[in-house]
């Protein structure tokens, strides 16, 4: 019998956090030297759930509070081979394609600074992600005026020149 339920994960204060699924222990060392790497100014802090052997939280951080809410998320969710990465002072956009390319990652569920949601199903083996639920639903459509600010805003953060 599977059973489903929605668990929201509280993003700490000025953070995104980027959602996955992965297969291996070695994860959470490739994901932190990404990180590192290629977003030097972030504050971060990652837990990958591991779904055999010891069946540990396993963690890497640069920030004891995202490290304790990034812990405290990955156990609410109980998924195996899933890991979870709240960032602080960079955006996913930053680190998302490496992320991707990183060998053991099969699956990014979500990158948001959004309220977050993640369906979760439940069997007599553990918890599964089935998907999420990012931010709420649109009530309606930009216009010239919300264009502007749009190309305004990814000018003002640098994404655009």
Same mark, same amino acid.
């Given at each position: 019998m599977v059973s489903t339920e929605i668990v929201d994960i509280e993003l700490p204060k000025d953070s995104n956090v980027i959602l996955? $699924?992965?297969h291996f222990i070695k994860t959470v060392e490739d994901l932190n030297e990404i990180i590192a790497t290629h977003a030097p100014q972030a504050? $971060?802090?990652i837990a990958f759930s591991e779904a055999s052997g010891d069946r540990?939280?396993?963690w890497e951080a640069n *920030? *004891?509070?995202l490290k304790d809410k990034a812990i405290e998320s990955i156990r609410k969710l109980s998924a195996g081979h899933t890991?979870?990465?709240f960032l602080r002072n960079a955006f996913p956009i930053s680190v998302l394609n490496q992320i991707k390319n990183c060998q053991e990652v099969g699956r990014i569920f979500a990158a948001t600074?959004?309220?977050l949601s993640v369906v979760i199903a439940t069997s007599e083996r553990g918890n599964g992600i089935l998907g999420v639920i990012d931010g709420s639903s649109p009530v309606g459509v930009e216009n010239g005026e919300n264009k502007n600010k749009r190309r305004k805003f990814l000018r003002d953060i640098g994404y655009k020149s």
């Open positions: 996955g $699924y992965s504050k $971060y802090a540990l939280v396993r *920030d *004891d509070e890991f979870i990465i600074a959004n309220p």
